[in-house]
């Protein structure tokens, strides 16, 4: 089981737990403003854009090369940015802490 928390842009903050599926999914599940997951967790849509706390960022790791070109095209792209469809839910990553962007 994996706690995940959320931090909106509203500075809301929204803890959520789960043992599988995608952190894209469970922020969904969960109402977290400014997660849209419009392309329903397939990459292409960016509407799931997060910064990983800094101190997280090995447990989630680096975005792969699809995720990094569509990252490059946002906005607010820094080197702790991923999109939370293509972060898997793990023990690995419990307890991470989120920024959404939008």
Same mark, same amino acid.
């Given at each position: ?25 469970? =922020? ?25 706390? =800094?101190? &997280? ?11 990094? &070109? ?17 972060? &898997?839910?793990?023990? =690995?990553? &419990? ?8």
């Amino acid at each position: 089981m994996a706690k995940i928390t959320f931090i909106t842009s509203d500075n809301e903050t929204i803890v959520a737990e789960a043992s599988s599926g995608s952190v894209m999914e469970l =922020a969904k599940d969960n109402n977290v403003t400014g997660i849209d997951g419009d392309c329903g967790g397939v990459c292409s849509c960016a509407t799931c854009h997060v910064h990983v706390a =800094a101190g &997280d960022f090995d447990k989630v790791g680096a975005p792969g090369e699809i995720e990094a &070109d569509m990252l490059e095209l946002e906005d607010n792209y820094n080197e702790h940015s991923r999109l939370c469809c293509q972060i &898997d839910i793990s023990d =690995a990553i &419990d307890g991470v802490t989120l920024h959404v962007v939008n």
